[in-house]
């Protein structure tokens, strides 16, 4: 493989050290483990797991346009958003299928972040700014440096509260601060993509050794795991979370991934808004649901799905998921076979195994620890 | 660093195979399961069944990916390692031992000389 033109992120050179398998992730070099997917994920589900996923793409978008600019480029309201709160939302094309899903911060009524999907950083920078020109906005592509260290799990305010004076506890699901982390100024935010509780930093680039090193110094947790991109994958999955290029995609628009609370059609006006009404209004012809397997073989992204001999679509992603032990997948399919309780059947390279259309997400954390309460339909 | 057993033949796409009389039994190098990582699924032939060297004879999965495994000799499955179905994970933590998978009944044992032995195999994975 070239690797020349593959982009590394700050941390890089300390992968070896923590003994990173490195592979190659949207264009970047990504550990996709450090111990074990298994053993990270573990960590994640019941202490605490440490992610560097510096390679997302951050934006600042500023001006008195700002707000306006982001109301008509993505699908959530952002109009409800106030200083010290985060949004997901897909971003959609006129066609109302997926260019990007992000999140967006608000630091005030004119400043906000956008956060995007590291493999579509130049096709959202393009897609932005043609859009921007009829806003009073400025938008900066600050990427390059800024860094963003992910600690998830239950432990994950407990060991953070160690480095920070911010008091974590009053930062909620989906919101965020900006403080101190060990003397560096960063972003904190309670945010993530495992399905667990736990915060997001972003930091200046050079900063991004010290915090990771010293966070995974910190023993008072029995140790934080360093995790690479296959746990967040995992977890990301049983949390039923969905992954840019799988359930969302330039075919997949945020209503078949079932999204729906994450378009707000009666906003005023955004781009997709008329297909997505439609589609909305005429009922859609295929959906993203949840599939546990029933025999012995794991379903991947790709495979198709059937019902007798009839091709019903296909698997978006799939794993043998951790926590359950058994096979699990995401599959977009033909809405008549969409029912919970459905038997469809998978071909595994060849081989058909049965399958059963679940509820989903196929894992949903215990109440104990703090999360959704006033922001129900916030996720990420 | 991966472990090479001394006294094992190895094909290029990392196999081992233990010679004894007329049988060979076949398994993954601890190069090929750290690579894969943890290990979740493993597909094994019928006991009967002919394997044909350099084809296809099952699927070792990890949470990552789906690798074939590849029969490094020709001949017909009297043994396979039942144990794996329940506890794929032997084959990370015991890839010589307990992680072994399949056992063939091999006529011809001239294919043993096509196969790498331990030196040529560890400068192979080397590379």
């Known amino acids: 493989m070239d690797t020349s033109a593959l982009k590394r992120t700050p941390l890089y050179p300390l992968y070896t050290k923590y003994g990173a398998k490195v592979v190659e992730f949207g264009g970047w070099e990504m550990p996709v483990q450090f111990s074990s997917i298994l053993k990270e994920h573990e960590a994640v589900r019941t202490r605490v797991g440490l992610f560097d996923v510096s390679h997302m793409g951050e934006f600042s978008c500023v001006g008195p346009g700002a707000m306006s600019f982001l109301q008509e480029l993505v699908t959530n309201d952002v109009f409800k958003l106030v200083p010290g709160r985060a949004m997901y939302s897909p971003m959609v094309n006129a066609s109302g299928t997926t260019v990007d899903d992000l999140l967006i911060y608000c630091f005030t009524p004119t400043e906000f972040w956008i956060v995007v999907n590291a493999g579509n950083i130049d096709k959202d920078w393009q897609w932005m700014n043609s859009l921007a020109n009829h806003h009073e906005v400025t938008l900066r592509d600050i990427s390059s440096q800024t860094a963003l260290l992910a600690l998830q799990g239950p432990l994950a305010q407990s060991v953070l509260q160690r480095f920070t004076p911010v008091d974590l506890s009053t930062i909620r699901f989906y919101r965020f601060a900006k403080g101190d982390v060990l003397g560096v100024p960063c972003v904190i935010s309670r945010t993530g993509y495992t399905g667990e509780d736990g915060f997001e930093l972003y930091a200046p680039c050079e900063a991004a050794e010290k915090l990771w090193s010293t966070i995974l110094a910190d023993k008072s947790a029995e140790g934080v795991v360093p995790c690479g991109l296959g746990a967040r994958d995992t977890l990301r999955l049983e949390a039923t979370l969905p992954l840019y290029g799988h359930e969302l995609t330039e075919e997949i628009g945020p209503l078949e991934a079932g999204l729906h609370a994450f378009v707000k059609l009666d906003k005023e006006s955004f781009v997709g808004k008329d297909a997505l009404a439609k589609q909305a209004k005429e009922g859609l012809s295929r959906r993203v649901v949840g599939l546990v397997v029933k025999e012995r073989g794991i379903p991947r992204a790709g495979y198709r799905v059937f019902q007798g001999d009839k091709d019903i679509g296909h698997v978006t992603s799939g794993t043998m998921s951790p926590t359950l032990g058994e096979p699990i997948a995401l599959a977009i399919l033909e809405t008549p076979y969409t029912s919970v309780g459905l038997n469809v059947e998978i071909d595994i390279r060849g081989k058909r195994v049965s399958a059963t259309v679940v509820e989903t997400p196929f894992y949903r954390r215990s109440k104990e620890t703090p999360k959704k309460r006033d922001q129900g339909e916030d996720r990420r | ?127």
């Open chain 2, 1 to 127: 660093m991966s472990q090479v057993m001394q006294g094992l033949k190895y094909s290029k796409e990392h196999e081992w195979v233990k010679l004894d009389g007329q049988r060979a039994t076949v398994g993954i190098t601890d190069f090929a399961q750290a690579e894969l990582g943890d290990i979740v699924f493993v597909e094994l032939p019928a006991v009967g069944q002919q394997l044909k060297a350099n084809t296809t004879f099952g699927t070792v999965e990890s949470v990552k990916t789906v690798s074939d495994l590849f029969a490094p000799l020709s001949g017909k499955v009297v043994e396979v390692n039942e144990r794996l179905q329940d506890s794929p994970e032997l084959v990370n933590s015991s890839p010589y031992e307990d992680g072994w998978m399949v056992v063939l009944e091999v006529e011809d044992t001239a294919g043993m000389n096509e196969l790498l032995d331990a030196q040529a195999y560890e400068a192979h994975i080397a590379e």
